[in-house]
């Protein structure tokens, strides 16, 4: 069955960096579009970020140039690199395909602090 297990997340301060990853499995890597997502308090979850099976990359408006989504198909690991992180980045993020399975994991909380 899918299995997506996050990591990477913690608190930051405004202006910082993290790298999140996604190990997957489960399913066929490598020919599925791969996405992350993230859900703040209160609000849906969202698309942010989201790589196709032939690496073409699309961003939320709110992240573009600040965060970079990169897959590695050997290891079956989606990552997502932000920087310049702001208080509005503060969710849950999560990834899963693109579109999603209706499996999700249990996501890796990101705080940024001002």
């Known amino acids: 069955q899918v299995r997506l297990v996050e990591s990477g997340g913690g608190l930051v301060q405004a202006g910082g960096s993290l790298r999140l990853s996604c190990a997957a499995s489960?399913?066929?890597?490598?020919?599925?579009?791969l996405g992350w997502y993230r859900q703040a308090p209160g609000k849906q979850r969202e698309l942010v970020a989201s790589?196709?099976?032939?690496?073409?990359?699309n961003y939320a408006d709110a992240v573009k140039g600040r965060f970079t989504i990169s897959r590695d198909n050997i290891n079956n690991t989606v990552y997502l690199q932000m920087n310049s992180l702001k208080p509005e980045d503060t969710a849950v993020y999560y990834c899963?395909?693109?579109?999603?399975?209706?499996?999700w994991g249990q996501g890796t909380l990101v705080t940024v602090s001002e």
């Open positions: 899963n395909a693109y579109p999603p399975f209706e499996y």
């Open positions: 489960g399913f066929i890597f490598s020919i599925n579009g």
């Open positions: 790589v196709t099976s032939t690496g073409n990359t």
